[in-house]
């Protein structure tokens, strides 16, 4: 596997393969790799000739200090995740100044206020941020094909948004949820959470089962009502926020709509550790 840790190297390596007619796939991560990053190299695989990952902790994309400090960083488990999976032909480990050469600061985009849903209501500015770095790392690997987790289905919606805006010519693939054998997401974050609060955690994914049975038999004020009062008696847990919401527009409904595909989304303090998660409703 190659490793460029500059824009320099990548850009070579590119043109290179540019000129040969070669399809990227691409997958895009903040390292802390788990399984739910080898199932999106996995789907790159498989439809594409070359397939390439990058690990970069966007600084701008976090709205909250403590969440950068603190998230996991360890670039060696990382890389050797990487050779292991057997998936991933190059990884680009840029440094900050080949993603925002004039400094830390994210672009303002309008993304049709996508962006002022849920996660935009939490997390100030995050998805400037988020837009910013995965246009730069679109402009610089240039995929064919770009791949992005479910779990985080707003950031998904609004990467499809951003690239059809900038009219890239970059397929955007959503990748399902990779659960541990608990229910529980797989995330980065997960390894910040002792024994116990993961233990704990899988009611997050069988309080969004639940809802699924409940979609359609009670009303949706009824439905956010329940989940309230399950997070209200679990210790050590805060619910910051549940809702059902279309997901073409990502807005919160409180009726079912006949033609319409809506989706659960959830977000759970579990200790200190932001934890989320969704599913769609049938
Ligand atoms: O989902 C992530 O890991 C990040 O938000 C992304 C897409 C790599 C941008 O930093």
Request: aromatic letters at 10%; zero cysteines; charged letters at 30%.
């Amino acid at each position: 596997m190659e490793i460029f840790k500059n824009k320099k190297t990548l850009l070579d390596f590119i043109e290179r393969q540019k000129e040969m007619g070669k399809r990227i796939g691409f997958a895009p991560t903040m390292g802390a790799l788990h399984q739910g990053h080898i199932s999106l190299y996995e789907a790159a695989r498989k439809e594409n000739d070359l397939v390439i990952s990058s690990i970069f902790v966007n600084p701008t994309q976090f709205n909250n200090p403590a969440d950068l400090e603190k998230y996991p960083r360890n670039i060696d488990k990382d890389i050797k995740t990487l050779e292991q999976s057997g998936f991933v032909d190059a990884v680009y480990i840029p440094e900050v100044s080949d993603i925002y050469p004039e400094g830390l600061k994210s672009k303002e985009y309008d993304f049709d206020g996508l962006e002022n849903e849920m996660e935009g209501k939490f997390r100030p500015g995050h998805f400037n941020g988020v837009g910013t770095v995965v246009e730069e790392l679109f402009r610089q690997v240039k995929p064919d094909n770009a791949y992005f987790g479910d779990k985080d289905y707003q950031q998904l919606a609004i990467i499809k948004k951003l690239t059809e805006k900038l009219a890239l010519p970059i397929k955007i693939h959503g990748v399902a949820i990779h659960r541990e054998a608990s229910g529980l997401a797989m995330s980065s974050r997960n390894q910040r959470l002792s024994t116990t609060e993961k233990e704990a955690a899988k009611i997050i994914h069988e309080t969004l089962v639940k809802v699924n049975d409940w979609f359609r038999v009670i009303s949706i004020p009824e439905i956010n009502k329940r989940v309230q009062d399950i997070f209200d008696e679990q210790r050590g847990m805060k619910l910051e926020y549940f809702e059902i919401s279309d997901e073409a527009t990502l807005k919160e409904t409180d009726f079912f709509y006949k033609g319409r595909n809506f989706r659960a989304f959830i977000v759970v303090f579990v200790g200190d550790v932001r934890l989320i998660d969704n599913m769609h409703l049938d």
